[in-house]
T-cell receptor
Framework: DAGVIQSPRHEVTEMGQEVTLRCKPI?????LFWYRQTMMRGLELLIY????????DSGMPEDRFSAKMPNASFSTLKIQPSEPRDSAVYFC????????????FGPGTRLLVL | GQQLNQSPQSMFIQEGEDVSMNCTSS?????WLWYKQDPGEGPVLLIA?????ELTSNGRLTAQFGITRKDSFLNISASIPSDVGIYFC??????????FGAGTILRVKS
């Protein structure tokens, strides 16, 4: 079975540009999570959805970040405008309601903002 | 915010040795999880613990949910080169949010 799929795997962009990261959760999972990983701060939860509805976005750093989940099989995390300090690895994870705490991670998108 | 203290930060051991790492928190957790992250990949779930005092094994890995619900440990027996990576503990506070430790970097010398 396919795991969580993320695209692109790598993104290099210039400061001020819009960046869109994509995620396809494991089929049937009803929870989707976006994380950011940096050396300084480790793994941080940005936002999570349940049944396509955003439940907690308290980890989203600022208004430049937004996330959507238009359907059960697709989510996006957008940064507009991007800044060098946004450079990090962004992970998407999904889980199934019955064992919602056991989250399965995608391979991540490595973002570099110049 | 809530924090997990994970130790040690790194380990460099000889192949065949046993490894032990742990996480502690000032808060009580409902669930403890242990993940491994290989270079360039996302964290992969190794073991999930749901009850205080629970001891669970997965091959050469053994993990325990502390009786106080504020700590957990992970042991790896007879380490092999492919055990190299970063190990993270994670605790579930409430709802579906996980808090992650800073990670333990494991290097194995063959």
């Amino acid at each position: 079975d396919a795991g969580v799929i993320q695209s692109p795997r790598h993104e290099v962009t210039e400061m001020g540009q819009e960046v869109t990261l994509r995620c396809k959760p494991i089929s049937g999972h009803d929870y989707l999570f976006w994380y950011r990983q940096t050396m300084m701060r480790g793994l941080e939860l940005l936002i999570y959805f349940n049944n396509n509805v955003p439940i907690d976005d308290s980890g989203m750093p600022e208004d430049r970040f937004s996330a959507k989940m238009p359907n059960a099989s697709f989510s996006t995390l957008k940064i507009q405008p991007s800044e060098p300090r946004d450079s990090a690895v962004y992970f998407c994870a999904s889980s199934l309601g019955q064992n919602k705490e056991t989250q399965y991670f995608g391979p991540g998108t490595r973002l570099l903002v110049l | 915010g809530q924090q997990l203290n994970q130790s040690p930060q790194s380990m460099f051991i000889q192949e065949g040795e046993d490894v032990s790492m742990n996480c502690t928190s000032s808060s009580i957790f409902n669930t403890w999880l242990w993940y491994k992250q290989d270079p360039g990949e996302g964290p992969v779930l190794l073991i999930a613990l749901y009850k205080a005092g629970e001891l669970t094994s997965n091959g050469r890995l053994t993990a325990q949910f502390g009786i106080t619900r504020k700590d957990s440990f992970l042991n790896i027996s007879a380490s092999i080169p492919s055990d190299v990576g970063i190990y993270f503990c994670a605790g579930q506070l409430y709802g579906n949010k996980l808090v992650f430790g800073a990670g333990t970097i494991l290097r194995v010398k063959s």
